[in-house]
């Protein structure tokens, strides 16, 4: 598995310093109770339980036994997103090479800070020392939104035109999803001769919601703005309108009504883009507000919340 460069700062951030053991755990007995640091004995009595383990940046480790004065030197490496080895030879203490390779393999403890690694206990061990880091920040790709059209981008302008709804959010049967009007009215008649509305009027309610988000047009100008229109909903007299329209609070375009905020849309690197206007923010970063709307070998586009066809 390929890490990235974020998992490759918090590795570095996590394992370089100096370690020390914390506790052992039998894996066997009943309660996998804690020992005491003063257990980490070979089988012949050597003391362990003064070593210490000290990670540096450019992935050399010193393994000092503090009983002893030993020292050894080797290197480490992130295997993983909370894996690493090391290439110890442990003094030469370890004859049988599964153990060893227990103890070459470190992984930071679930559920807490601690690095462990078996030795047929598991050993523990605490951070008691930060390491000295430069972290290498990831390279970040500029926002759609920062990025100025090409020559080549500028041609772009096959969107340019009407688009209506080929798919909205609805409910077939059980399902949730997007779907035609063909299919959504189908679904509607079937539920009414299965009685499933409480009265006409529900059904008709159901049908005028349907003809609202059907009836929803999109529009991209030739300047580079997006424009939504949606229909008037039946029933409104035309005193009404027009006095909406009089006010300012409503602008008809078309015998539509028109939000009155475009948004923008562009071409960049061969895919057109529509700026949601949205704030998105994932773990506290901040994430683009432009959304890919290419329309797809069908000639469909899949804008914000509908699926778009070309209006004829």
Known sequence: MELSQKQLNEGLK?????????????????????????????TSGKDLSKLT??????????????????????????????????DTKFFGLIDNADILKGIQELEKAFGSDDLVFSMIMVISL????????????????????????????????????????????GSVGDDFGLFT????EADLEKKKKEGKFESEEEYQHELKELGTMFGAVVEFTDDYKVKMYAPIPPGIPQEEIDKAVAS??????????????????????????????????????????????TPDSEGHIDFHMYILERKK
């Open 14 to 42: 996590y394992l370089v310093g100096t370690w020390e053991v914390d506790f052992l755990v039998n894996p066997f007995s009943n309660n996998l109770d804690h020992l005491p640091p003063e257990k980490f004995q070979t």
């Open 53 to 86: 383990w000290e990670f540096f940046e450019d992935h050399t480790v010193k393994l000092r036994n503090g009983a002893t004065g030993e020292e050894e030197s080797c290197t480490w490496k992130q295997v993983g997103e909370t894996k690493f080895t090391y």
């Open 126 to 169: 605490k951070k008691t020392k930060d390491g000295e880091v430069h972290i290498v920040e990831e390279p970040k790709e500029p926002d759609i939104g920062d990025i100025e059209p090409t020559a080549e981008d500028l041609k772009m302008k096959d969107i340019v035109g009407r688009w209506k709804v080929y798919k909205g959010f």
């Open 181 to 184: 009007r063909a299919e959504v």
């Open 248 to 293: 300012g609070e409503v602008t008809l375009v078309d015998g539509m009504i028109f939000d009155g905020e475009p948004k923008e849309w562009k071409a960049v690197k061969g895919d057109y883009w529509y700026n949601t206007g949205e704030h998105r923010e994932i773990f506290g970063e901040v994430k683009s507000s432009w959304d890919k709307i």
